[in-house]
């Protein structure tokens, strides 16, 4: 029989709907972990003009969270995107610049000068600029390196300090020493310094009992003197990439990583 042009079509059956929608479902749980990184971010700076400054702090390690998560599942749900790459780049720019160098500003260098407070600024403006040329560069040379600091590391930088001083008399000293590290980060992060990015690494596959119990003493310690720990923790990565260039020597240059949602 001839299927006259006037005639419906032929309705699809729900289990075909059903599919169609989790394919759509799949695409946006990696948004749905960046609007929770960006949510962190906004909420971060909120408690911060309230003055509380250790949930600020949280805040942010919280989206530190969500932007590892957010890149490994597009990855394993095979759901990657461009749109998905800048969302999380503008995100990024929220959590990891703004949020760390306000809370540093309202902590610490609003009763400074400008010149203390302009650092702050600066840590803003280097991230940026960092997440631009992340997105620019294309290729991929070395995979097992970041060329400059990442603004994650940085904002952990920045928020564990003031965590550490938390309940510590600010003296003087103690304020114009975080303004010099609000500008040592900012140069950092767009430094050509070589980090590693720790991709091509699995402990896990490779020694499972060794990590286990590394993971083990490492929630042990963060129990204890959290503080401490992750101040230690994230300066010491902060630092390897000068002392890198200091051991090594200069290399040629490379050019980042492919874009990705985790390889800020």
Same mark, same amino acid.
């Not at 059903?18 to 929770?36: A, D, H, K, V």
């Not at 969500?66 to 999380?88: I, W």
């Not at 720019?93 to 400008?114: H, I, N, Q």
């Not at 991709?199 to 009992?209: H, L, N, Q, T």
């Given at each position: 029989?001839?299927?006259?042009?006037?005639?419906?079509? !032929?309705?699809?059956?729900?289990?075909?709907?059903?599919?169609?929608?989790?394919?759509?479902?799949?695409?946006?749980?990696?948004?749905?972990?960046?609007? &929770?990184?960006?949510?962190?971010?906004?909420?971060?700076?909120?408690?911060?003009?309230?003055?509380?400054?250790?949930?600020? #702090?949280?805040?942010?390690?919280?989206?530190?969270?969500?932007?590892?998560?957010?890149?490994?599942?597009? $990855?394993?749900?095979?759901?990657?995107?461009?749109?998905?790459?800048?969302?999380?780049?503008? /995100?990024?720019?929220?959590? =990891?610049?703004? #949020?760390?160098?306000?809370?540093?500003?309202?902590?610490?260098?609003?009763?400074?000068?400008?010149?203390?407070?302009?650092?702050? =600024?600066?840590?803003?403006?280097?991230? /940026?600029?960092?997440?631009?040329?992340?997105?620019?560069?294309?290729?991929?040379?070395?995979?097992?390196?970041?060329? &400059?600091?990442? +603004?994650?590391?940085?904002?952990?930088?920045?928020?564990? /300090?003031?965590?550490?001083?938390?309940?510590?008399?600010?003296?003087?000293?103690? $304020?114009?020493?975080?303004?010099?590290?609000?500008?040592?980060?900012?140069?950092?992060?767009?430094? +050509?310094?070589?980090?590693?990015?720790?991709?091509?690494?699995?402990? #896990?596959? $490779?020694? !499972?009992?060794? +990590?286990?119990?590394?993971?083990?003493?490492?929630?042990?310690?963060?129990?204890?003197?959290?503080?401490?720990?992750?101040?230690?923790?994230?300066? +010491?990565?902060?630092?390897?990439?000068?002392?890198? $260039?200091?051991?090594?020597?200069?290399? #040629?240059? /490379?050019?980042? !990583?492919?874009?990705?949602?985790?390889?800020?």
């Amino acid at each position: 029989m001839i299927r006259r042009h006037g005639s419906k079509r !032929p309705r699809r059956r729900p289990w075909q709907e059903l599919r169609e929608r989790r394919g759509q479902g799949i695409f946006l749980l990696p948004s749905l972990l960046t609007t &929770g990184n960006l949510f962190c971010g906004v909420f971060a700076l909120v408690l911060s003009l309230e003055g509380r400054y250790t949930e600020a #702090a949280l805040a942010v390690f919280v989206a530190m969270v969500m932007d590892l998560l957010d890149g490994r599942v597009a $990855r394993l749900m095979k759901a990657t995107s461009q749109f998905g790459v800048e969302y999380d780049s503008l /995100a990024d720019v929220v959590s =990891f610049c703004v #949020a760390p160098a306000f809370l540093l500003y309202a902590f610490a260098l609003r009763d400074l000068g400008r010149a203390a407070w302009f650092g702050a =600024f600066l840590f803003v403006i280097c991230g /940026a600029l960092r997440l631009a040329r992340f997105n620019v560069h294309t290729g991929s040379v070395d995979r097992r390196f970041f060329v &400059g600091l990442s +603004t994650p590391a940085a904002a952990g930088v920045a928020v564990s /300090a003031v965590v550490l001083l938390q309940g510590e008399e600010l003296t003087r000293p103690i $304020r114009a020493g975080l303004a010099v590290m609000a500008y040592v980060l900012a140069l950092l992060m767009v430094s +050509t310094f070589r980090y590693w990015s720790f991709k091509e690494v699995d402990f #896990a596959r $490779r020694r !499972p009992g060794e +990590t286990l119990l590394v993971v083990v003493l490492g929630l042990m310690i963060i129990a204890t003197k959290h503080e401490i720990f992750l101040f230690v923790v994230f300066a +010491t990565y902060a630092l390897s990439g000068p002392v890198r $260039r200091l051991v090594v020597g200069r290399t #040629a240059p /490379a050019v980042e !990583p492919a874009p990705g949602k985790d390889s800020h």
